[in-house]
């Protein structure tokens, strides 16, 4: 998958088909927020979970504490 970083106008466009009013001296960051968000979930895409069991096999409240370390 390749990464075409967000130029400022595209953010200004996402931002108002969104409905959200973005000024104009925001454009730049809010592209460059988007890139690194779009990096970091990038890199967490390609952990390998392996035979990690999903989230619903998890119950709370069963594990057993004790004072050893």
């Known amino acids: 998958m390749t990464a075409v970083e967000l130029t400022p106008p595209e953010a200004a466009r996402w931002a108002a088909r969104a409905g959200l009013a973005l000024p104009t001296d925001r454009h730049a960051v809010v592209a460059a927020t988007a890139d690194h968000i779009h990096a970091v ?29």
């Open 41 to 69: 979930v990038a890199v967490l895409r390609e952990l390998d979970f392996g035979d990690t069991p999903p989230a619903s096999a998890y119950r709370a409240g069963g594990e057993t504490h004790d004072a050893a370390v």
